[in-house]
């Protein structure tokens, strides 16, 4: 019986870093392991599925574009697509920085309901107790489950599976460093067997509106934080360079200061077409 086929795009990250001291987790550089190098380190794999590799990147999170994530999302929809291999799932070697914006992306864009999961590492393969090498088995392990499929885009971290559009990084160096707040994780990797809890129920996949296929650059859309007494100047600055957008992080429920509020109305009596939108800076709120 032949092994489930599961492809492993790899762009980087802590994952695929490495650090000249095993005891100083946090000092490495991002990018000196390739996608083999991840895969060969982890000879467990063989027995639990057929993977490949494709290398899309090999950078740090901090520098994924629009370029990255259309690739990942074309190539992925290619081999899911595919009816010359009949592929399990796809698996996402990502650094954890940016890791829920390219997971949030591939969920609205996979056309498949086919397993996708991201997965990083705090840790870079040469730290003391690296957490880089289980959470890729952990993600393969769910890639070929079928109870994963149609669930959307998964991010699979420290033995937990949460789904991309609620899941938030919040810490920056702990390994439980994925959560998704009020929401909670949709499931767990257990050593005997994988378990899920529920299933998210907003659009993903098949059911979402979004198609990239003509579309080769985003619009440009600025995020200003808002604080107590906060200016408007960089609201002001935001606009002025040609945003297409500006999503303004209020404070509570979204509100805004009398000076970010004059700069939204100024903006308003020039005739401008960006769209400015209000959203809240709080870690709870409807999403």
């Known amino acids: 019986m032949s092994l489930p086929l599961v492809y492993v795009l790899t762009t980087g990250g802590t994952i695929a870093g490495k650090g000249d001291s095993?005891?100083?987790?946090?000092?490495?550089?991002?990018?000196?392991?390739?996608?083999?190098?991840?895969v060969q380190a982890i000879p467990e794999l063989a027995q639990l599925a057929d993977t490949r590799?494709?290398?899309?990147?090999?950078?740090?999170?901090?520098?994924?574009?629009?370029?990255?994530?259309?690739?990942?999302?074309?190539?992925?929809?290619?081999?899911?697509?595919?009816?010359?291999?009949?592929?399990?799932?796809?698996v996402v070697t990502h650094g954890t920085d940016t890791l829920e914006e390219t997971a949030y992306f591939l969920n609205l864009t996979m056309k498949s309901d086919k397993p996708v999961v991201l997965v990083g590492s705090q840790r870079p393969p040469t730290a003391m107790s690296t957490d880089g090498?289980?959470?890729?088995?952990?993600?393969?392990?769910?890639?070929?489950?079928?109870?994963?499929?149609?669930?959307?885009?998964?991010?699979?971290?420290?033995?937990?599976i949460n789904?991309?559009?609620?899941?938030?990084?919040?810490?920056?160096?702990?390994?439980?460093a994925f959560k998704?707040?009020?929401?909670?994780?949709?499931?767990?990797v257990d050593t005997d067997r994988i378990v899920f809890y529920r299933a998210p129920?907003?659009?993903?996949?098949?059911?979402?509106?979004?198609?990239?296929?003509?579309?080769?650059?985003?619009?440009?859309?600025?995020i200003v934080y808002s604080y107590a007494d906060a200016p408007g100047?960089?609201?002001?600055?935001a606009l002025a360079s040609?945003?297409?957008?500006?999503?303004?992080?209020?404070?509570?429920?979204?509100t805004l200061s009398q000076n970010e509020k004059a700069a939204v109305a100024a903006y308003r009596k020039t005739g401008g077409e960006a769209i400015i939108m209000r959203s809240s800076r709080t870690e709870r709120a409807r999403h």
Request: proline share 3%.
């Open 233 to 237: 100047t960089p609201i002001r600055d």
């Open 53 to 90: 590799v494709i290398e899309i990147a090999n950078i740090g999170s901090q520098d994924i574009s629009f370029g990255h994530w259309k690739k990942l999302a074309e190539t992925a929809n290619g081999l899911l697509s595919s009816k010359e291999e009949n592929i399990a799932g796809i």
């Open 180 to 188: 998704s707040g009020d929401f909670g994780l949709l499931g767990y």
């Open 242 to 254: 040609g945003a297409k957008g500006v999503v303004i992080a209020g404070a509570g429920a979204g």
């Open 22 to 38: 095993s005891v100083r987790p946090a000092d490495y550089e991002v990018g000196l392991l390739t996608g083999n190098d991840l």
């Open 201 to 222: 129920v907003r659009r993903h996949g098949n059911n979402s509106e979004f198609d990239i296929k003509n579309i080769n650059e985003l619009p440009t859309v600025h």
């Open 163 to 176: 789904a991309a559009r609620e899941v938030v990084k919040t810490s920056t160096f702990r390994l439980e």
């Open 133 to 160: 090498p289980y959470n890729l088995y952990s993600a393969v392990r769910v890639a070929i489950q079928p109870e994963a499929a149609g669930k959307g885009t998964l991010v699979v971290m420290n033995e937990q």
